[in-house]
Structures are given as structure tokens and as C-alpha cells.
């Protein structure tokens, strides 16, 4: 059984910085990617940003570009999301999600609160 733990929300001013990690357990990832998606009050859940387990090739939605960095920790079977220069319009409840490469996204996480303030 696949399970996703995310963790490192919280509230931050404008301008500040956030890591979020999401720990995942219960099979090999290897021909997995990993993805980060996003929902703010009222909107609809959009794609943030994905990195492929292995070889570590990332994409970003044009919001965060520049901004937010994924990365991924083998070892520790942990996937980050490193986000910088975070404004008001970053709120929302940040969710981990992972699926077989080409087969879309398959597991999620609870997800965990991001809060950015003026």
C-alpha cells in the first residue's frame, strides 16, 4: 500500500521561504513520478511542479517557475518542494501525488496548509 506524507506547511509573510517534503513508503518508485499539486479557497486543483524518480528530470507550471525547486532524497524515500519568494496568491493546501510514469497520478497525500500573508 502506497502512502504520502507530506509535512512543512505553515504560515509565512510575503517574500519568505517554505520546504515542504513528502515522505512516501509501501513499493519501489523507480518508473514513478512524483508531483506536487496545489488548491487554493474557491479554485481548482492545479499542477505545481514533477520530478521523475529516476533521473531526477523536473517541470514547473509557469506560476512557480523560477521560484520553487523539486528534488528527491533515494535514501530517504522523501521528495521536496523547495519555495522561495512565496506570495499571497502560493495559498493553499499543497498535495503529494505520485503514478507509474504515463499512466497519470495515482496515489495522494492528505495534503498540508500553506498560508502566505501581506
Known amino acids: 500500500q502506497v502512502q504520502l506524507v507530506e509535512s512543512g506547511g505553515g504560515l509565512v509573510q510575503a517574500g519568505g521561504s517554505l520546504r515542504l517534503s513528502c515522505a512516501a513508503s509501501?513499493?519501489?518508485?523507480?518508473?514513478?513520478?512524483m508531483a506536487w499539486f496545489r488548491q487554493a479557497p474557491g479554485k481548482e486543483r492545479e499542477f505545481v511542479g514533477r520530478?521523475?524518480?529516476?533521473?531526477?528530470?523536473?517541470a514547473y507550471a509557469d506560476s512557480v517557475r523560477g521560484r520553487f525547486t523539486i528534488s528527491r532524497d533515494i535514501a530517504k524515500n522523501t521528495v521536496y518542494l523547495q519555495m522561495n519568494s512565496l506570495n499571497p496568491e502560493d495559498t493553499g493546501v499543497y498535495s503529494c501525488?505520485?503514478?507509474?510514469?504515463?499512466?497519470?497520478?495515482?496515489?495522494w497525500g492528505q495534503g498540508t496548509q500553506v498560508t502566505v500573508s501581506t
Open positions: 520530478i521523475m524518480w529516476s533521473g531526477g528530470s523536473t
Open positions: 509501501g513499493r519501489s518508485f523507480s518508473n514513478y513520478v
Open positions: 501525488t505520485c503514478g507509474v510514469h504515463g499512466s497519470g497520478y495515482t496515489y
